[in-house]
């Protein structure tokens, strides 16, 4: 009894000792696994621009999606679909594996900085893929490319489509990146704070440049 006791004591210390350090509240429900997989996420950015800008983590089934960053004015709440920390699976991009629990973490958290930036709305981001709105009813013009969502339970019913076009040569990290601007950024984030090389030619090079930059004045 008293080793249980002991062991609930040192998870709740645990729980409060992450809590004060990036200045967030954890779910209720969190066990020691997931901590351990929020810290692990967690120690490859600064803690600088972490801290005070998280409010809430929260843990919520959100189907097929797994995870949504909402934001207020300067803090926002990153919502976490449980099922992430037991996904065994691993994104593949050009012969490199991610873990899909902590590539989810760090690009919701890349919503939370083109947030509190706006990088994605700037003109320089907007004009690398060559980014336009176009009415979902209208003809994608010739050397544009428009995403549509084709995975079983993102949306139901039927497939959709973005709002935005871009460059058809423009480059992504991963298909999911060409949606919007704002998915872009986001997923260009994760992939290179993850530590991942890209055979980039042109403009993903120069959005690459613009996360590193950022992250050097975080430091």
């Known amino acids: 009894m008293k080793l249980i006791i002991k062991t609930i004591l040192e998870s709740v210390n645990q729980i409060k000792s992450f809590e ?3 200045d ?45 960053y909402v934001g ?30 902590y590539f989810t973490i760090i690009h919701e958290i890349g919503h939370m900085v083109d947030h509190l930036t706006e990088i994605s709305d700037t003109n320089e981001w907007i004009e690398l893929s060559g980014w336009k709105k176009l009415d979902k009813t209208k ?49 260009t984030f994760a992939f290179f704070v993850l530590g991942k090389d890209f055979d980039f030619k042109s403009d993903g090079k120069e959005k690459i440049d613009i996360i590193r930059n950022f992250l050097k004045n975080q430091k």
Do not use: C, M
């Not at 969190?30 to 998280?54: G, M, T, V, W």
């Not at 803090?75 to 996904?87: D, E, H, R």
């Not at 084709?150 to 497939?159: A, E, L, M, Q, W």
């Open 20 to 22: 004060k350090e990036y």
């Open 72 to 101: 207020e004015y300067r803090k926002g709440n990153i919502i976490l679909n449980p099922t992430i920390f037991k996904n065994k699976r691993y994104f593949k991009i050009d012969g490199e594996e991610i873990l899909v629990k």
């Open 139 to 187: 003809k994608v013009p010739s050397n544009y490319k428009r995403y549509i969502e084709k995975r079983s339970g993102r949306n139901i019913p039927g497939h959709k489509k973005s709002e935005w076009i871009h460059k058809d040569d423009a480059e992504f990290v991963r298909n999911y990146a060409s949606k919007n601007p704002k998915e872009d950024f986001a997923d």
């Open 24 to 68: 967030l509240e954890l779910p209720d429900n969190i066990n020691e696994s997931q901590l351990n997989d929020l810290k692990e996420a967690f120690s490859y950015l600064p803690k600088k621009f972490i801290k005070h800008h998280i409010k809430k983590i929260i843990f919520k089934d959100l189907g097929a999606i797994h995870g949504r």
